[in-house]
């Protein structure tokens, strides 16, 4: 006798994104932390407790110099959005913060450069306000002597 032929079940398609329309935004957050030694882009969905992706400088070039270049910032964006696009986020809030407490105020060099690509840019917001004053560095009155 031939062996029985056993019926496949045909494959489904399984999307890991949510089900929208057409045309239909869906929003993420992603937050881009810049120091002068690396960038992070770390993707979350609108409450912040579930992580889509997160991406570094670090990750993406190999000298340890690089890590928080422009370039590696704009090659951890790419694979953001590439990321996002698969799992069906067309829109991001961005916000953009640096070291701050006792480091410095203002982001390192790869925060400009890391934007997501412009088609997932909806509103961009500073997470940080830059004060006019500073919690008090470690030190003493008299500074760190030698």
């Known amino acids: 006798m031939p062996p029985k032929k056993v019926a496949r079940p045909a ?40 992580t889509i992706t997160r991406v570094t400088g670090g990750m993406k070039v190999k000298a340890d110099r690089d890590e928080s270049s422009p370039y590696a910032a704009m090659l951890a964006a790419q694979d953001v959005a590439i990321r996002c696009k698969e799992l069906g986020i067309n829109a991001l809030h961005i916000k953009i913060r640096a070291t701050g407490g006792n480091g410095t105020k203002t982001p390192g060099p790869g925060a400009q450069t890391g934007r997501i690509s412009r088609r997932l840019l909806l509103r961009r917001t500073s997470s940080k306000p830059t004060p006019s004053d500073s919690t008090r560095r470690k030190g003493g009155r008299r500074g760190r002597r030698l």
Do not use: K, Y
């Not at 494959?11 to 957050?29: A, K, T, W, Y």
């Not at 992070?40 to 579930?50: A, I, K, M, N, P």
């Open 11 to 50: 494959q489904e398609n399984i999307s890991l994104g949510p089900q929208v329309r057409d045309g239909e935004l869906v929003f993420g957050v992603a937050r881009i932390f810049a120091s002068f030694n690396d960038t992070f882009v770390h993707v979350t969905d609108l409450s912040g407790r579930e």
